[in-house]
């Protein structure tokens, strides 16, 4: 088992650019969540998905959205980026009560 | 105020120290996770506490739920335990809510 992996690890965007990142669960999870790490900061958390909704979002613009898929993969996209964007997106899976799983993360930096 | 509180910030200590790491919480919770992210990103997960105590090795955390409090220990600390230790809160719908992190280096 992969457990959670992300990709890509690394990626360097330009202002106005639009991006998309993706997340595999730990097997058996069905809940995605997504977070946002500025450096130095604990992790913001954007939104989470389960049953490809969206069930819950944070306190992130409308530039920010996400997908998941019947294998529970998911998807977050940024568009139109800042950057005040750059920084470390956490994916997280879960299934029911059980231990969050993250993954290694994708380091954005936007120029 | 934050939801979630860790103390201290930074710590700095010498190898073989007896480490303790604070959280406190103002919001119910289901459980709550002790996390460790080393440089470069990837977090770990420590611990899942719903109530009283548990022990991996050198870690032991405990949870007080009528305090809303929680605490990471590490006996014989070593520089490999040097890391940003993350403690973070499980509410409704699995949702999670990260305190801003204890920055812990170990000297030899």
């Known amino acids: 088992d992969a457990g959670v992996t992300q990709s890509p690890t690394h990626l360097i965007k330009t202002r106005g650019q639009q991006v998309t990142l993706r997340c595999s669960p730990k097997s058996g999870h069905d809940t995605v969540s997504w977070y946002q790490q500025a450096l130095g900061q604990g992790p913001q958390f954007i939104f989470q998905?389960?049953?490809?909704?969206?069930?819950q979002r944070g306190n992130f613009p409308d530039r920010f959205s996400g997908h998941q898929f019947p294998n529970y993969s998911s998807e977050l996209n940024v568009n139109a980026l800042l950057l005040g964007d750059s920084a470390l997106y956490l994916c997280?899976?879960?299934?029911?009560?059980?231990?969050?799983?993250f993954g290694q993360g994708t380091r954005l930096t936007v120029v | 105020k934050n939801e979630v509180e860790q103390s201290p910030q930074n710590l700095t200590a010498q190898e073989g120290e007896f480490i303790t790491i604070n959280c406190s919480y103002s919001?119910?919770?289901?459980?709550l996770h002790w996390l460790q992210q080393h440089p470069g990103g990837g977090i770990v997960s420590l611990f899942m506490l719903s109530s009283g105590k548990k022990k991996h090795g050198r870690l032991i955390a405990t949870i007080n739920i009528q305090e809303k409090h929680s605490s990471l220990h590490i006996t014989a600390s070593h520089p490999r335990d040097s890391a940003v230790y993350i403690c973070a809160v499980r509410g409704g719908a699995q949702k999670l809510v990260f305190g801003q992190g204890t920055r812990l280096t170990i000297n030899p």
């Open positions: 919001v119910g919770i289901s459980a």
């Open positions: 998905y389960y049953e490809e909704e969206e069930r």
């Open positions: 997280a899976s879960t299934g029911g009560t059980t231990e969050a799983f």
